[in-house]
């Protein structure tokens, strides 16, 4: 112990009070791809066992939150956790999928796109290439999640929320965070005893049990493509508008009404987006 300690401390407590403002909080994350580990192929669960780091002991879930962490060590990945539309509730490609610099394609729905097509050569890889794939696996897993939070495709205004303060019950915080992290951890508190495992579970039991005819709706790319974030991230901002912008300004309090009315889209959100990344998983290892 000593002085060095004591900072170290300072700055671990200093994280966990702010933690790094991107993509659905570890938790939401861990759901989508436990639920796409889930419902693989044979030939997909094998192939992905295979490109796991040893680490992750074959759970999908335990480093879903990987590109959240090298995000500042991989400098150039920070922009593709995102898509800012110019402030309207729709989005196009074209006019959306682009860097702060102007640079084509690099957003989460581009990355996502990349993601996959490095991907499809595993049946060809080579050792080195199964290196770069491992990391292409926990790129497109992350990436599959984030265009599945409403605020990751935003306004460029406010930054998907992230310079909206606003209040979650007593505790001041950005709506970008309500979205990432609140709304999940109050779930959790009130209705899954505070284990990640019961939300899992739940958002499984949604799946099997009330949108079980929407699956084959949530799976499918028209023309035979792999994987198609564009409707994704269609969706995402129109979910943007119409739940978590909706109703929360600049200093409003959120509490009970918004939680209660805006949990089931988190669900939802969730459960498409585990869906999507095992049929995406699924299409590429064939
Ligand atoms: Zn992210």
């Known amino acids: 112990m000593g002085y060095r300690c004591i900072n170290l401390l300072t700055i671990v407590s200093l994280l966990l009070l702010f ?5 659905w909080g570890i938790d939401g994350h861990l759901t989508v791809c436990r639920i796409a580990q889930s419902r693989l192929s044979e030939a997909a669960a094998d192939a992905v066992k295979q490109l796991l780091p040893e680490y992750a002991g074959n759970d999908l879930g335990s480093v879903c939150s990987w590109a959240d962490e090298v995000r500042f060590r991989f400098h150039w990945s920070a922009p593709l956790h995102f898509i800012n539309t110019p402030d309207v509730c729709n989005y196009k490609y074209t006019r959306d999928c682009e860097d702060d610099t102007g640079e084509k394609g690099r957003c989460v729905a581009g990355a996502i796109n990349n993601y996959t097509t490095q991907l499809l050569t ?6 080195q290439a199964d290196n770069n794939l491992t990391e292409a696996l926990l790129f497109l897993s992350h990436f599959m999640g984030d265009i599945h939070q409403p605020l ?6 406010d930054k998907g929320g992230n310079t909206i303060d606003v209040h979650w019950y007593r505790r001041k915080q950005v709506l970008h965070h309500i979205w990432d992290a609140s709304i999940i951890e109050t779930a959790e508190e009130r209705l899954y005893n505070s284990n990640v495992d019961d939300l899992v579970d739940a958002v499984q039991k949604n799946i099997t049990n009330d949108w079980a005819d929407l699956i084959p709706r949530w799976e499918t790319c028209s023309l035979n493509k792999t994987t198609c974030p564009d409707i994704y991230a269609s969706e995402g901002i129109k979910a943007a508008c119409d739940w978590a912008y909706k109703g929360a300004t600049e200093g409003t309090v959120l509490e009970d009404d918004y939680f209660i009315s805006r949990l ?15 049929a995406t998983l699924n299409r590429i290892f064939q």
């Open 19 to 23: 933690p790094v403002i991107n993509g």
């Open 122 to 127: 595993y049946n060809s890889g080579s050792s």
């Open 152 to 157: 990751h495709v935003g306004f460029a205004s």
């Open 264 to 278: 089931p889209i988190v669900k939802l959100r969730l459960a498409q987006g585990g869906v999507r990344l095992a």
